[in-house]
């Protein structure tokens, strides 16, 4: 089957640090760009990352330049996500999706708060 | 504000067909082909979708997408209970270098 699953959401203070993963099965992750995708609770998605299949080309959203950095580890099959000087703005579910949106995972969330 | 614009919500009777617009630009629809999403309560979007007009495999005939310009369109030809559900447009912007989506359709059937 399919899947993508997010790991590594939670709490954390105004200013801090998390890793969000997503590990892939059921599909070879080397052949596919991959995006990071965040919907604030009650709110729309907004799209925060895009990786290409090898990972030399990447782009950000302008709400998370210089602050997000995605990566992959195609070996792994994973997809990460590290998030740095975090604000509460930032506060959403995660997450990751395939190519063009095609396969979404669950969602982690992401709760920015002191 | 989301770059690309849809109405915030739509509705109709078990039936009915119902329309949502999706309204761009030249950086991102005008150039770019559009994906519709469904994302029902509490879990993640699903592609509906694709390439402007094309269905996933098991999505159900009922929905068609179109693209015309700057714009583009889904429709649900005979709303049923289980298409009530929020619906996201996207494209790539080649002037942002990066995905846009609408701000979400939330349909109602009534």
């Known amino acids: 089957e399919v899947q993508l699953v997010e790991s590594g959401g939670g709490l954390v203070q105004p200013g801090g640090s998390l890793r969000l993963s997503c590990a892939a099965s059921g599909f070879s992750l080397s052949s596919y760009e991959m995006n990071w995708v965040r919907q604030a609770p009650g709110k729309g998605l907004e799209w925060v990352s895009y990786?290409?299949?090898?990972?030399?080309?990447?782009y950000y959203a302008d709400s998370v330049k210089g602050r997000f950095t995605v990566s992959r580890d195609n070996a792994k099959t994973s997809l990460y996500l590290q998030m740095n000087s975090l604000r509460a703005e930032d506060t959403a579910v995660y997450f990751c999706?395939?190519?063009?949106?095609?396969?979404w995972g669950q969602g982690t969330m992401v709760t920015v708060s002191s | 504000q989301s770059v690309l614009t849809q109405p915030p919500s739509a509705s109709g009777t078990p039936g009915q067909r119902v329309t949502i617009s999706c309204s761009g630009s030249s950086s991102n629809i005008g150039s770019n082909t559009v994906n519709w999403y469904q994302q029902l309560p509490g879990t993640a979007p699903k592609l509906l979708i694709y390439?402007?007009?094309q269905r996933p495999s098991g999505v159900p005939d009922r929905f068609s997408g179109s693209k015309s310009g700057t714009s583009a369109s889904l429709a649900i030809s005979g709303l049923q209970s289980e298409d009530e559900a929020d619906y996201y447009c996207?494209?790539?912007?080649?002037?942002?270098?990066?995905?846009?989506f609408g701000g979400g359709t939330k349909v109602t059937a009534l």
């Open positions: 999706a395939r190519s063009a949106f095609d396969i």
């Open positions: 390439s402007n007009n």
């Open positions: 996207a494209a790539w912007d080649d002037s942002l270098n990066g995905w846009v």
């Open positions: 990786i290409s299949s090898s990972g030399s080309s990447i």
